[in-house]
């Protein structure tokens, strides 16, 4: 279970680096490393859709590119920040932190059902 969690953290970190690159590249054989970043992205997700349920995965991988370009947009491209921005991350992680909740919960359901 451990490496399921290890491809969902590889997925969005390589979510996050093609979307950097999205905002920098400036010549067009700069585009094939963010054809590369974006092919290993994938493929983590798709490993990791393997081994947890895909709609948890895709929650993880969704809310963590969305908060991790909202940061990313504040800090290195100086994009402003209000309270309703601060209002939805915080629902964003809360659904995200809810939804693994919910899936542990299931889990433990369905081992107890084996038994």
């Known amino acids: 279970m451990r490496k399921a969690w290890v491809y969902v953290a590889l997925t969005s970190f390589f979510e996050l680096v093609w979307i950097f690159g ?14 590369i970043f974006i092919l290993i ?3 983590f997700l798709a490993k990791a ?23 990313m947009d504040i800090f290195l491209f100086n994009e402003t920040i209000n309270l309703g921005k601060i209002i939805f991350i915080i629902i964003l992680i809360a659904g995200v932190v809810g939804l693994n909740i919910a899936d542990s919960a299931d889990e433990k359901k369905a081992l ?3 038994k």
């Open 49 to 71: 859709c393997e081994l947890l349920p895909t709609g948890t995965v895709y929650a993880i991988f969704a809310g963590i590119g969305t908060l991790g370009t909202t940061l």
């Open 41 to 43: 992205d994938f493929h």
């Open 22 to 35: 999205f905002n920098v590249v400036n010549a067009w054989w700069q585009w094939i490393f963010i054809i």
């Open 112 to 114: 107890k059902g084996l």
